[in-house]
């Protein structure tokens, strides 16, 4: 349900400290099986705010965030000055030297990349870069169903035919044995490029570049694959003596794979992608200014929820349901009607994934409602359902229910292919690594993995599940965490021109939660010719009072503030500009 509360006028305070030691549950039990929690970290606000000229809230909320005292500094005002040298990875010197050598040579370079957000924009800035060094480079994307995901003998071959010398991975490579082995004997180079976990055994390859390889120095190893290909055109553009604003030009596309690849914003993440958004508000790259005009994005409208919900999903739309190129050539145009041909193409393909992710989710609901509606894992089989948004339902039946859920379709002649995805309370990789026998192939973490096996061990699966999932029904029950109970006289402009220094918000940096218990409905009654409104006065209980709107069906809503007169509500405020008069509106998260 998606509430919003619109103040008809506002208060301004100067100070708010918060004293009260906040160790339990606030409210137990709640609507959609919730229990809301009040975090109860605890440290010296009103000294922390004091010494870093902020509100003693806003101090808490980033104590609640896991930011250590002595990070308060960086995280409020860290600039580019004040990321990583990524010389301190393990071989990052090594692999520019011998980028360096074959460009120096006049050799063949071939980037491999990947078919999400990430692999694209990781791909983008190398190509780009090495173009800018003057390198005889070109780039290859694996095809989502044909290649799967990453590098493999397919692409080497070819590049083997058309005489390339050096291959250089990106979002990929830390596991490609099988196509290293074939780049060494057909006499290539190989730089690997990547920043997933690293198995037991390194591929052999003549430079590899990832943070997560044990005792690797770089001290932040939560980077995407578009971080570590930027931190290499860094020292590549250094040796060479390229001015540093040219590396600068492709610090939107590393925002962009930062916020799409969810990595959390934390460290020099939060860095990158904070000026990584004032800068895409103002690029000069023409496919990007084509698709931010395509998804009708104004200035104002560019911040992480425009790049994981609106842009991003249209660069992932290509490599689901046709090819990554699309986005590739999209990023490198430098014609404006030819961008504007690709960008809308990508919008409708994004488009056209909403619409069958709708379909399917819905498909998958009523099948669990009509064939396993008590199964703590729920396995899904939509036979017809394109194997590309699998993942993307499998979230949302996760979503829905709270409860882990897997999505098989078709790939082949009774062969099903699923993606899995999982709730904190459930390893899914230790679970399926228990049933291993069944597949042909699977992979993952605890919270998601990709499997193959043969549609007759689909009902085996299940059942083995289901029988052995150790679950609980405290599993299924969703922890809302509260960062402070405020009351609604204190959420003021003033408040809010806090928590935007806080922003940008996303993975490991959430929106800040406020809470008030006891707010009075004072009425309620639909809008007229809005069905889907609810207008209502609330009262909180200093007495102030304010108008809302409620959004949601109108039936629903009226008959549950029928049922009492006081609701508990978790809120977020929100700047209002109408006529010049700066105002707050209150954005509602739930009620109950």
């Not at 290293?180 to 290539?188: K, N, P």
């Not at 997560?212 to 930027?230: H, L, S």
């Not at 409208?301 to 999903?313: D, V």
């Not at 909403?354 to 399917?360: A, F, G, P, R, S």
């Amino acid at each position: 349900m998606n509430n919003v509360l619109q103040w008809t006028h506002y208060t301004v305070t100067t100070g708010l400290y918060i004293t009260r030691e906040i160790i339990t549950i606030l409210l137990n039990g709640s609507i959609d099986n919730q229990k809301w929690y009040v975090y109860g970290k605890k440290a010296d606000f009103n000294s922390l705010g004091a010494k870093y000229g902020i509100s003693p809230v806003i101090a808490r909320i980033m104590i609640n965030r896991g930011i250590p005292e002595d990070g308060f500094d960086l995280f409020l005002n860290g600039t580019l000055n004040d990321i990583h040298d990524g010389r301190l990875m393990n071989d990052m010197e090594l692999a520019a030297d011998i980028i360096a050598g074959a460009i120096d040579e006049g050799k063949k370079i071939r980037v491999v990349g990947d078919y999400d957000i990430d692999g694209v924009c990781s791909t983008y800035i190398l190509v780009s870069a090495l173009k800018k060094l003057g390198a005889d480079v070109s780039y290859a994307i694996p095809d989502r169903i044909k290649d799967g995901y990453g590098i493999n003998t397919a692409i080497i071959k070819e590049a083997q035919f058309e005489g390339v010398d050096l291959i250089i991975t990106c979002d990929n490579g830390i596991s490609a044995h099988e196509a290293c082995e074939l780049a060494m004997q057909y006499g290539m180079n190989v730089v690997i490029t990547d920043h997933h976990e690293v198995p037991e055994q390194l591929p052999g390859a003549d430079a590899i570049v990832d943070p997560k390889q044990p005792g690797d120095p770089y001290p932040f190893t939560d980077i995407c694959g578009a971080m570590v290909a930027f931190k290499l055109v860094k020292v590549l553009y250094e040796n060479a003596g390229i001015p540093m604003e040219e590396w600068k030009r492709l610090l939107e596309f590393a925002a962009i794979a930062t916020v799409g690849d969810v990595m959390p914003l934390r460290d020099e993440n939060r860095i990158i992608v904070k000026e990584g958004l004032e800068k895409l508000k103002t690029t000069d790259n023409i496919g990007l200014n084509a698709l931010k005009d395509a998804c009708l994005l104004p200035p104002g409208g560019i911040n992480a929820y425009a790049i994981g919900f609106i842009l991003g999903p249209c660069i992932n739309a290509g490599g689901r349901l046709e090819t990554a190129d699309i986005a590739m050539e999209l990023f490198m145009a430098d014609d404006e009607k030819k961008a504007e041909e690709l960008a809308d193409h990508l919008k409708e393909l994004n488009d056209e994934r909403k619409l069958l992710t709708e379909e399917y989710a819905d498909m998958a609901v009523r099948q669990v409602e009509d064939r396993f509606p008590e199964d703590d894992v729920k396995v899904v089989y939509l036979p017809d359902c394109h194997e590309s948004i699998a993942g993307i339902i499998a979230g949302r039946i996760k979503e829905y229910y709270n409860h882990p859920a897997i999505v098989f379709t078709n790939s082949g002649p009774g062969l099903i292919k699923g993606s899995a995805r999982s709730i904190e309370k459930y390893n899914m990789y230790e679970k399926l690594s228990e049933v291993s026998e069944l597949f042909d192939k699977f992979g993952g973490h605890k919270l998601a993995a990709g499997i193959s096996m043969k549609l007759d061990n689909l009902d085996i699966l299940r059942e083995r599940l289901n029988k052995e999932s150790g679950l609980t029904e405290d599993d299924f029950v969703r922890k809302v965490w509260i960062d402070v109970p405020l009351p609604l006289e204190y959420a003021t402009v003033d408040l809010f021109e806090q928590l935007e220094r806080l922003e940008p918000f996303g993975q490991g940096n959430e929106k800040p939660v406020f809470a008030q218990k006891n707010v009075t409905v004072l009425s309620a009654r639909t809008v007229l010719n809005y069905r889907n409104f609810v207008k209502f006065k609330l009262r909180d209980a200093a007495y102030f009072n304010a108008d809302g709107i409620q959004f949601g069906d109108s039936d629903e809503i009226l008959s549950a503030l029928a049922k009492r007169d006081r609701i508990d509500i978790l809120y977020y405020p929100k700047l209002n500009l109408f006529n010049g008069r700066r105002s707050i509106d209150i954005q509602i998260k739930t009620w109950k």
